[in-house]
């Protein structure tokens, strides 16, 4: 069926509603659009949906949020037995246009299929539905949220059993579910007979996860000497983390906490912030400000679904910078390998995951410390999934595992990167920094001279549409067939190639260039925006040699991009 006989069935068929309905025929004369929202169906990607909220196959809205949920129903169904099956499958959402009407959409599908549907009164973070699913043991869980995109975006995540995102073979099995359904007329829906699989979660669920994340804190003498006196803003950006941050902060022992007033309620608008990513720098413009203002040595920003987290810190001028994911990652390494020592708990085992996009400052800090590090691919799930097969094997104790995307957990409470737990261990690091008279900046600087200056810098090429796909492969496809043999003046001495299937890891479209002086510059299409990143890492003997090294490498990397794009 092609897009424009999809488009006038949607029109058409008495399933589809008044309203989406309506909203179809104000496309009318646009083809482009018709086409875009309907020359395929939204994908399932590696453990779930992200598109814009629209009528269409190609978007986000109850009808393919339904097919969807039919699609993992129907998975859980086939390949799991029947007590596994009434474990049942608990059910998030975030602060985002349309997220609680998806998630009684999910819960109310999964019900019509005879599985039990647990949610929350309220948003919740992604960090809590991970911890949630092993709590309770259900057979899966999911969230609805777009993370860190724009309003106009929501999105559908998937985690198994074991807390984790689903693994690339049950999303790929999920994948054949959905796609078998092409009558949405088919679809179940929720009756008096199954009203009652939908269950309404308790507050105390809540407190498990707080306190779960309580048990991480390294130096708790430390914060009950200064915790009080240490001021942080804080800003959940509109989104979910608000609560559960403020509450475990000050469980801990944070009293001094000031929240970025227009950024404190959940707003599926984000208070005007364009982009609520906080490794943006113009999502923290307000925090900074308020900043400067109270006097505040740290500014916390967590994105809508909080399990990313952003920091900015006053630096020896006085004024505020933003931390790399890369930064806060090694700080945080250093900091909980250090505090391990002191209370003699770093076992001779101990390990640190981190994703093969993710420099190598805080793996560098690891094994100068004689703890092993451990590459994973991009995704959060594989480092759960190590997690899981450490406790499993018990060959390794896991101590931290984090990605430059800004993406940190501490503990294994949760197995998705947990906004909450970092931000309560980043304020404890700082507040260690502040007991020694330093900043965490002047802590930064501090690794640095001791294990050299790490650069890195992330670039992103938005390319929408169906000629954007197209051209991000055509990138791809170039890079892996031109043989380029040095970048910087600096010669190539390793490519590999993630689709492969090397390194003992799953096959990923993935490219990774390393050059003779230790240099790596990584090519990956995004797996939940329209994306194509580069990554780039380094080390210089100094500041000044890293910069240098950077822009030179940035420079070459564009030269090459001008003729493709």
């Known amino acids: 069926m092609c897009y424009m006989q999809k488009y006038e069935e949607w029109l058409n068929n008495s399933y589809f509603d008044n309203n989406t309905k309506e909203d179809l025929k104000k496309i009318s004369n646009n083809k482009s659009e018709i086409e875009d929202r309907f020359y395929k169906n939204l994908e399932f990607g590696t453990a779930g949906l992200r598109g814009v909220i629209a009528a269409g196959t190609n978007r986000i809205n109850k009808y393919t949020i339904r097919r969807t949920t039919f699609g993992l129903a129907n998975y859980i169904i086939k390949n799991t037995t029947e007590e596994d099956k009434n474990r049942g499958v608990v059910i998030a959402h975030d602060n985002r246009h349309m997220s609680r009407e998806f998630c009684i959409e999910t819960a109310n599908t999964l019900a019509a299929c005879g599985i ?101 804190v390294i130096r708790k003498e430390l914060i009950e000497e200064i915790g009080k006196d240490f001021k942080i803003v ?22 001094n906490i000031v929240i970025v007033p227009e950024e404190e309620q959940p707003d599926p608008n984000f208070a005007g912030i364009e982009y609520p990513n906080p490794e943006e720098q113009k999502a923290l413009i307000r925090g900074i400000e308020l900043a400067k203002e109270k006097g505040a040595d740290l500014v916390i920003a967590t994105d809508p679904d909080c399990d990313r987290v952003g920091v900015a810190v006053r630096t020896t001028t006085g004024e505020y910078a933003l931390l790399t994911g890369n930064q806060i990652g090694g700080l945080l390494t250093n900091y909980i390998i250090e505090g391990l020592k002191e209370k003699n708990k770093l076992k001779e085992n101990s390990a640190l995951v981190k994703t093969i996009v993710t420099s190598e400052f805080g793996a560098y800090i690891a094994k100068a410390n004689n703890v092993d590090v451990l590459n994973v691919l991009t995704g959060f799930k594989f480092i759960g999934e190590k997690i899981k097969l450490f406790e499993e094997t018990k060959e390794k104790t896991y ?144 500041e000044n040699e890293a910069n240098e090294k950077l822009v030179e490498i940035n420079k070459d990397i564009d030269i090459i991009l001008e003729k493709l794009i």
């Open 234 to 255: 804080f800003t959940p950006l509109c989104g979910t983390g608000n609560i559960p941050i403020k509450r475990a902060l000050s469980e801990v022992g944070f009293k």
């Open 399 to 542: 101590i931290f595992g984090y990605e430059e995307s800004y993406g940190y957990l501490v503990g294994t409470h949760a197995r998705d990167k947990d906004g909450v737990v970092a931000s309560v261990l980043i304020s404890e690091m700082a507040a260690f920094y502040c007991s020694k008279g330093m900043s965490l900046y002047e802590g930064l600087i501090d690794l640095y001279n001791k294990y050299g200056f790490f650069k890195e810098k992330t670039m992103s090429i938005t390319l929408k549409g169906i000629e954007g796909l197209a051209k991000i492969q055509d990138i791809m496809t170039y890079f892996r067939k031109t043989e380029i043999k040095s970048i910087n003046n600096t010669n190539i001495v390793d490519v590999k190639d993630y689709n492969k299937g090397i390194d003992g890891l799953p096959k990923a479209d993935v490219l990774k260039y390393f050059l003779e002086d230790g240099s790596w510059i990584a090519i990956r299409p995004s797996g939940t925006e329209p994306k194509l990143k580069f990554y780039i890492a380094l080390k210089g003997k100094d």
């Open 116 to 216: 039990k549907a647990y949610i929350f009164n309220n948003l919740r973070t992604t960090p809590e539905l991970s911890f949630a699913v092993r709590n309770l043991n259900t057979i899966a869980g999911v969230v609805i949220t777009a993370s860190h995109n724009p309003p106009e975006y929501n999105g559908y995540k998937v985690y198994w059993e074991d807390g984790s995102q689903v693994m690339p073979h049950i999303a790929t099995a999920i994948t054949e579910e959905i796609n078998s359904i092409t009558d949405y007329s088919t679809i179940p829906t929720l009756s008096n007979e199954n009203k009652d699989l939908v269950i309404m979660l308790r507050c105390e669920d809540d407190t498990a996860f707080i306190e779960a994340v309580k048990k991480q």
